[in-house]
């Protein structure tokens, strides 16, 4: 291992997150979900002419859905 390329090797946490940067970050990615989630959902509601891609928006949807809840355990868990 090249410890000249180490980032780390001095035990230096320069790239530490504190907490409130995480659950700002955690914040942010749950509303991004939220929001596309969102526009899946809308669109699938209007697509009509093509059930293949309504039932993908779908499944898109319920990914983020997934995703959302695994975010807010996230966050639950930090307090």
């Known amino acids: ?5 180490d980032y780390d090797r001095d035990h230096d946490r320069e790239d530490y997150l504190s907490e409130d940067h995480l659950r700002h ?7 991004m979900e939220v929001k596309l ?3 899946y959902l809308i669109t ?3 697509v009509h002419h093509n059930p293949d891609l309504k039932e993908r928006l779908q499944n898109f949807a319920e990914g983020n859905a997934k995703r959302t809840e ?4 996230e966050l639950r868990n930090m307090q």
Request: glycine residues 0%; negative net charge.
């Open 1 to 5: 291992m090249n410890h000249e390329q």
């Open 37 to 39: 989630m969102r526009e």
């Open 70 to 73: 695994q975010l807010l355990d």
């Open 25 to 31: 970050i955690l914040q942010s990615s749950h509303d």
């Open 44 to 46: 699938a509601e209007r």
